[in-house]
T-cell receptor
Framework: DQQVKQNSPSLSVQEGRISILNCDYTNSMFDYFLWYKKYPAEGPTFLISISSIKDKNEDGRFTVFLNKSAKHLSLHIVPSQPGDSAVYFCAASASGAGSYQLTFGKGTKLSVIP | DSGVTQTPKHLITATGQRVTLRCSPRSGDLSVYWYQQSLDQGLQFLIHYYNGEERAKGNILERFSAQQFPDLHSELNLSSLELGDSALYFC??????????????FGPGTRLLVL
C-alpha cells in the first residue's frame, strides 16, 4: 500500500518555464512534507519542506504548496534551469511516535531542456 | 556535501555472505536513519536510532540488524545475503531530540551487489 504517490514518473520542461511536480498521500497522520532532489550515484539532497499548519512555503526558485483537504502537495520550480534535471522525491512523516521516519514516493524524473 | 559519510561506496559479495555498512552522521546529530532503495520499491525506511537507542523499525528483515555506537556512528549488518538484497543503502541523520519535525540529511549511499 503506497502511502505517498508520485504519479508522473517523468516530466520534461523547457528552460525558463515552470516545472510542477505533484505528490499525493493517503495517510492523514502525515504532518510534515519534504522534497528531495537526487542525482545519479548521489544521496537525496534536501530541497524544501512544509509543515501541515502551512499551505505554502517558498525558498528562492522553489515553492511547495500543500492542500490538506485533497491530501496533495506540489513543488513549483520557477524558472527551471538545466541543472534542475534530476529525480525529485516527495516524502512525508508523522509526529507523535517518537520517530520521524520518512515515507517516500517513487520519484519523478525532471528533464529541463535548454 | 551533506556532512553524512558512508563507507564503503560499493560492495560486491556472494549469496549467503554477511556485510557491514557504516555511517557517520553530521557533527552534532544524534539521530541516524537507514533506508534501502531498490529498483522496484523506491526508498524504504529500515530503522532509526537516537543517541544509541533503537527508536523505530520499518521494513527491515530479520537477517538485518543495526546499532549506533557511543561516538554516534552507526552500522547496518546484513547477513545470509540473497540476490534480492542488492540495492542502494542510504543513511540519513538529523539533530534528534528536539521534539519537532527535523530535516534528514542523506549520505551518498552504499551500493550493494549480491551475486
Amino acid at each position: 500500500d503506497q502511502q505517498v504517490k508520485q504519479n508522473s514518473p517523468s516530466l520534461s520542461v523547457q528552460e525558463g518555464r515552470i516545472s510542477i511536480l505533484n505528490c499525493d498521500y493517503t495517510n492523514s497522520m502525515f504532518d510534515y512534507f519534504l522534497w528531495y532532489k537526487k542525482y545519479p550515484a548521489e544521496g537525496p539532497t534536501f530541497l524544501i519542506s512544509i509543515s501541515s499548519i502551512k499551505d505554502k512555503n517558498e525558498d528562492g526558485r522553489f515553492t511547495v504548496f500543500l492542500n490538506k483537504s485533497a491530501k496533495h502537495l506540489s513543488l513549483h520550480i520557477v524558472p527551471s534551469q538545466p541543472g534542475d534535471s534530476a529525480v525529485y522525491f516527495c516524502a512525508a512523516s508523522a509526529s507523535g511516535a517518537g520517530s520521524y521516519q520518512l515515507t517516500f514516493g517513487k520519484g519523478t524524473k525532471l528533464s529541463v531542456i535548454p | 556535501d551533506s556532512g553524512v559519510t558512508q563507507t564503503p561506496k560499493h560492495l560486491i559479495t556472494a549469496t549467503g555472505q554477511r556485510v557491514t555498512l557504516r555511517c557517520s552522521p553530521r557533527s552534532g546529530d544524534l539521530s541516524v536513519y537507514w533506508y534501502q532503495q531498490s529498483l522496484d520499491q523506491g526508498l524504504q525506511f529500515l530503522i532509526h536510532y537516537y543517541n544509541g537507542e533503537e527508536r523505530a523499525k520499518g521494513n527491515i528483515l530479520e537477517r538485518f540488524s543495526a546499532q549506533q555506537f557511543p561516538d554516534l556512528h552507526s552500522e547496518l549488518n546484513l547477513s545470509s545475503l540473497e540476490l534480492g538484497d542488492s540495492a542502494l543503502y542510504f543513511c540519513a541523520s538529523s539533530a534528534g531530540g528536539t521534539g519537532v519535525q527535523e530535516t534528514q540529511y542523506f549520505g551518498p549511499g552504499t551500493r550493494l551487489l549480491v551475486l
